[in-house]
């Protein structure tokens, strides 16, 4: 986590070799909710670039809440500063609802620099993955939808 | 006294607490932070009393979960 404040472009991009990653790990995961972590670049211009996701435990092993292991959380966070990149937020996944934060994702979503990725396997075969900003605002969660590119390759710049 | 906080080294005060050091840090929503210290969890109701030390590795953790 970083106590700096983001700016916010809401562009956000993951290759699509990370993205088979959290795909394929979310499917063996069936029927329970999987979890993990993302990291990469925060650029100049306010966008996020992911350049590598984390595969955690979900430690309630169920299909309806996710906890991430709050040890594996700590390695993993280590493991980025070491490869010098920077913790972004999350991902989990939906396994039977569309993806978009529930009223327990908003409740719990309290880092207001992160971004929160949810995969979607309501139709298994057709994943759905979008990137999403949660932010408190008078006591509201505030909810809004970020521009997630899925990249072949990592883009210059 | 030096410390690393977040992978950041830092000159903080002698005998700053945990608590003090959230504070210091401006942690957005602190009551959602768990906290390590050498990559020991850190009880939040003992944040007040633990005194940090040259050297310590401190990280700052939101916890993270959520639900369908």
């Given at each position: 986590?970083?106590?700096?404040?983001?700016v916010?472009?809401?562009?956000?991009?993951?290759?699509?070799?990370?993205?088979k990653?959290?795909?394929?790990?979310?499917?063996?995961?069936?029927?329970?909710e999987a979890?993990?972590?993302?990291?990469?670049?925060?650029?100049?211009?306010?966008?996020?670039?992911?350049r590598k996701?984390?595969?955690l435990t979900?430690t309630?092993?169920?299909?309806?809440?996710f906890?991430?292991?709050?040890r594996?959380?700590?390695q993993?966070?280590?493991?980025?500063?070491?490869?010098?990149?920077?913790?972004?937020?999350?991902?989990?996944?939906?396994?039977?609802t569309?993806?978009?934060?529930?009223e327990?994702?908003?409740?719990?979503?309290?880092?207001p620099?992160a971004?929160?990725?949810i995969l979607?396997?309501?139709?298994?075969?057709?994943?759905?993955?979008?990137a999403?900003?949660?932010?408190?605002?008078?006591?509201?969660?505030?909810?809004r939808?970020?521009?997630?590119?899925?990249?072949?390759?990592?883009?210059?710049? | 006294?030096?410390?690393?906080?977040?992978?950041?080294?830092?000159?903080?005060a002698?005998?700053?607490?945990?608590?003090?050091?959230?504070?210091?840090?401006?942690?957005?929503?602190p009551?959602?932070?768990?906290?390590?210290?050498n990559e020991?969890?850190?009880e939040?109701?003992?944040f007040?009393?633990?005194?940090?030390?040259?050297?310590?590795?401190?990280?700052?953790?939101?916890f993270?979960?959520?639900?369908k």
């Amino acid at each position: 986590m970083n106590s700096r404040k983001r700016v916010l472009n809401m562009r956000i991009t993951i290759q699509k070799s990370e993205f088979k990653k959290i795909y394929n790990y979310a499917l063996l995961q069936l029927p329970d909710e999987a979890c993990g972590l993302i990291a990469g670049y925060d650029k100049e211009d306010g966008s996020r670039e992911i350049r590598k996701v984390y595969l955690l435990t979900n430690t309630d092993h169920t299909n309806e809440h996710f906890s991430i292991d709050p040890r594996e959380q700590l390695q993993a966070v280590r493991e980025m500063r070491a490869e010098g990149l920077k913790p972004l937020g999350n991902w989990h996944s939906h396994p039977e609802t569309p993806s978009r934060p529930s009223e327990e994702d908003k409740r719990l979503a309290n880092d207001p620099n992160a971004s929160y990725l949810i995969l979607s396997l309501e139709e298994k075969e057709r994943p759905v993955l979008n990137a999403f900003h949660v932010e408190s605002v008078n006591g509201d969660k505030v909810v809004r939808k970020e521009e997630l590119v899925i990249v072949q390759e990592v883009e210059n710049g | 006294m030096k410390i690393v906080v977040s992978g950041e080294k830092k000159e903080v005060a002698e005998n700053l607490t945990v608590a003090a050091l959230i504070e210091q840090e401006k942690v957005e929503t602190p009551q959602y932070v768990t906290v390590s210290v050498n990559e020991e969890f850190i009880e939040s109701g003992s944040f007040a009393d633990r005194i940090l030390h040259e050297g310590d590795e401190v990280e700052f953790l939101y916890f993270m979960g959520g639900g369908k």
